[in-house]
């Protein structure tokens, strides 16, 4: 026996680079049948002034039926040759003694003894120094199961460490380091490499074993394990025994003999002045020989300090004040003992004492004490409960399986802890929710079930795991049976289909689940990504091309027509331009949606008292006719709110992939015009105006009675051609002459015309011809007064056909002559000239008249518009936001750039760009110059001549003029368009046609369309917009009649 000795992995660093360990199988193939000698400790060669490095020992040896030879050279030492020879040929432990014991009988090595006074008192004592240095260690039983040969630091071979199959490798590893003289850091390396291969119960040695009689039928033992305190194992043994005093003092002199420490109770052997960081003291800890530092430090700790600096402090301070202890004392642990007990059997035999240390939760410790000792379940529980009323547990199912899980970089995430009887899939799922992980769940999931599957204590009959479970009970106290809510499913569906099973009625089953969901989906492990249950889907909704685009899927509670919306956003079907009308009556119409489209218009987005920032703008909701921007630009009125508070509102809508947003700039002012409100005289201007119509009954349809079918189909298209077909104008001729005729002779049975009857038959061909042709006559006249164009036909037409396809709207940063010009631009395709008549200069007077009402102060700074430049757009926080600027046509783009026209342009844009795009000013800027730059260079090249001379299309002729003419000086043509030009590359001999420069033609160009501009009626038909025909390989114009014109140039 020996010292005892600190055991902590502090220790076992120093000697991590001095010790190497070679692991060697033992194999029992020798044919060497002599006896085992003892193992030598070491062997030296004897001294000689040779300095050749030549044999002096050979040793002839069959091996496995092979003649080998061992080999000891001068300077090599006898036992590393012999430990060498037997490595090399798989020699046992047996063969090895023999060897050492053949090489020191040879008498050619020397024994090496520091101490020749030693020498001569083992002679006197009559025993051989040779067999006294090299006598065998005690007799064991079992067989040497696994060795590991020891070196030092300089390579030295120090000895062989023999591990039995009757030992416990702790012992063995301790025996041999404290028989060497070894540094205790070797045992904690030698028995962390053997436990590698062997089996170990224990880490600590047993250094002191003692039989004592107490007259009991079976042999009692005190034992002291490695880093336990001597005198508390006397005592602890002494109590459980019922030894007195006397006794328990005659077993410690027993354990001094064998050079165990036994300290003084109450002795000091350890303290330290705390303070925190701030300075202030706690005063000092002390650590007596009977305590373990970690107590000891603890109990200091949580006297001292407030509960405030516990929380924070605690760990830290534990940590650090133990690790100083432990380089000065003995430690057994680095964890304080917050609960142990001593545990008997059921006949009041001691079994052992279980202890549970901070940090470990209770069961986990008790759990593995009794399955040490093989205790039952039931004796488990009764300890765990005998602790928990003592100190806090969390649960009561111990840990059995437990896996570092690291990232993609090798950092770890945590552990996955798998509980006695807990499904292993249920612990892999609840480990990715509570660290919130990326990985491949279905890998994890995988990889976990091929190792934790085989380890007691674990379940695994299933691969879906189990997030909630519990009985469920109506209001009526009633239960209507355990639900489960598994990971592989919305929670929320799960509820609706165990309620659909239980509640036939559907509205008390809808209150029901309201009910419920709240408790369920807040749930540590339940994840609720929809507020209600699918009544109708997913179905996969496909297009033209047979292209799934998505799905369908109705909510509780859910109008078709939002959740039809939602796909449409979601699917960017309203950019692909789909009839959202046309889809959603099919969808009303499938199976388990009749009935159940009760609205019409669909809730693009809706929320009680929303906020921005710290205002509250109250109920916000945003139906299908109506653009986000808008209602937010409303908001932004009633509550006084910032250009930035209204973005802000705007992107937290649209950012949701259920709205789509089509603009990011509100109406300020919209108004469907309709030419009725328009004095005919002052808005045909004295000309026919609108598409010429040749039935003056289609302007009666506000007629009452039957005769209202007969308009209607006469209004219908392509009815009314039957009218202008000249064909049936004779028809109608002959029809009415007919009519004429089958009258009188109706009329000449009727008893009070009966007298003319006579008469009448006695009229001859000249009476009948004469009332023939009056019947001409007066359908001649029905047909001219009430079918052909008159002023009459045209004033009512003016009316009947009053209202404008398309509203003129006035968005934010928007002048109202823009507006207004870009509206009567995209009107003038139907052939209503408006573009500088009376409506359009009249739709810019009453609006701005109305400034103040309508909130367009700085929409109204001018009545011309400007020219309209695109620049591109900017895409931030997915929203699309264009780069629009209205160039001043009487200002050249280098004074519009020095008057930071530009810059008050970027300035506006970037104020609308939440939150704040960095560098954003000027890095707009800078595009936009560029853009402007570019756009001025390639100016000749834009299609309308409007954009070539620099005007807006509600220029008039004078301003025409005057810009045509300043083009021509800027490209350098003093404009003669029919002489010819020199360039002075003719040398005198120039062909009779010579090739124009670009700016030549370029300036012809303009002069081509010139007249046309500056003619009123050649105006209009330039001015109207040209409709692609033929797939877009053409374009096409409609005349005043309603004649597609197509435009070749």
Known sequence: MGDRRAHSSLLRLPFLLLLTLTILKITTSTSLDHPIPPQPASVLPKSSNDTDNEPIFTLQLDVDSESVTLTILEDEDPEDAVLKFCEDYGLDQDSYAFLVEEVINSGLFEVEDDDDEEEDERREDGLNPTQQEYRSPPSVDGDVIH????????????????????EEPADVAYNFVKDHGLDYGYKSLILEAACEVIDCEREEAMVFDLAVDLGLEEEVHLTIFEGEDAREAVISFCGDYGIGEEDAQMLLEEVKKEGIEVLDAGRV?????????????????YVHADEEPADAISAFLYENMGEDKLESLYDRALEVLTSLACKTVQCTRL?????????????????????????????????????????????????????????????????????????????????????????????????????????DIIALKNHFFQTACDIPGTVCTRNVAKLWEKNIVNHEKESLGMMAIMDDREPVDQIWDFLADKIEDEYDRAN??????????????????????????????????????????????????????????RAGLFEKKWDFRAVFDQICAFPGLEGKCLRQEALKYSKRNATVGDVNIGDIAVWEHEEVIDVCYRKRIEYNLTVTQQMEL?????????????????????????????????????????????????????????????????????????????????????????????????????????????????????????????????????????????????????????????????????????????????????????LRKHIHWSLIDNTCARKDELQLETACQRRKAFEKLDFGSISYWGQEHKLTYWKNPNATMEEEIDAGRVEDTVDEICERLVPPMDNCNEDVAIHMIEQYKAWEENRQEQKSVYAKIGVCADATAGEIYI???????????????????????????????????????????????????????????????????????????????????????
């Open 650 to 834: 705007f992107n937290g809508i649209c950012a949701l992939k259920d709205v789509y947003c089509e603009r990011s700039r509100a109406v300020l002012y919209q108004e469907v015009v309709n030419k009725r409100d328009y004095d005919y005289e002052e808005y045909a201007d004295n000309n026919s105006t609108c598409p010429r119509k040749y039935c003056g009954w289609r302007f009666i349809a506000g007629w009452e009675g039957p005769i209202n079918k007969v308009i209607k189909w006469l209004n219908e298209d392509g009815n009314i051609d039957y009218f202008t077909d000249p064909r049936f104008v004779l028809g109608m001729l002959l029809g009415l002459a007919f009519a004429n005729r089958v009258l009188v002779s109706v009329l000449l049975r009727v008893p009070p015309f009966r007298r003319f009857r006579k008469r009448a038959k006695g009229l001859g061909m000249r009476e009948w011809a004469i009332l023939f042709s009056g019947g001409v006559l007066l359908g001649s006249f029905i047909y001219s007064a009430g079918v052909e164009p008159t002023t009459t036909i045209d004033s009512s037409l003016h009316a009947f056909m009053g209202k404008m396809e398309g509203p003129v709207q006035v968005l934010e940063g928007e002048q109202v002559a823009d507006a207004v010009l870009h509206w009567a631009l995209v009107e003038e395709k139907k052939h209503h000239p408006l």
């Open 512 to 569: 029901f689940f309201f009910n419920m969901k709240p408790v369920i989906c807040e749930g540590k492990y339940v994840i609720c990504s929809r507020e209600a249950p699918l009544i109708f889907g997913p179905q996969p909704m496909t297009g033209p091309e047979g292209v799934t685009v998505g799905a369908l899927s109705v909510m509780l509670g859910e109008e078709p027509i939002d959740a039809t919306y939602k796909l449409f956003a």
């Open 147 to 166: 060795q590991i040969p020891v070196s030092s630091p300089d390579g030295k071979h120090v000895g062989t460490v023999m591990f039995t199959s009757s």
């Open 963 to 1049: 810009a045509a003419g300043k083009t021509f000086n800027k490209l350098g043509s003093n404009y003669v368009p029919f002489a010819r030009v020199d360039n002075g590359t003719t040398n005198g001999w120039t062909t009779t046609y010579h090739p124009w420069d670009t700016k030549t033609m370029q300036a012809q160009m303009i002069m081509d369309k010139l007249p046309e501009l500056l003619n009123d009626k050649d105006r209009e038909w330039y001015d109207k917009p040209c409709e692609p025909v033929f797939g877009g390989a053409m374009c096409a114009k409609k005349d005043a009649k309603g004649n597609m014109m197509i435009e070749m140039g």
């Open 269 to 285: 052997v350890w303290q330290q002045d705390v303070s925190l960081e701030a300075g202030v003291s706690l005063g000092t800890v």
């Open 335 to 439: 964890q304080p003992l917050i609960w142990s007990e001593n545990v008997e059997d059921d006949e009041g035999n001691y079994i052992g004492t279980v202890e549970v240390l901070e940090g470990v939760e209770p069961i986990d410790a008790i759990a593995h004490f009794c399955s040490h000792f093989q205790l039952s379940v039931d004796y488990r529980a009764a300890i765990l409960e005998a602790c928990c009323e003592e100190v806090e547990c969390t649960r009561v199912s111990p840990r059995v399986y437990q896996q570092r899980i690291n990232d993609e970089s090798g950092n770890l995430i945590g552990n996955v802890e798998i509980l006695e009887g807990e499904e292993v899939v249920d612990a892999v799922v609840k480990f990715v929710i509570d660290n919130q992980v990326t990985l």
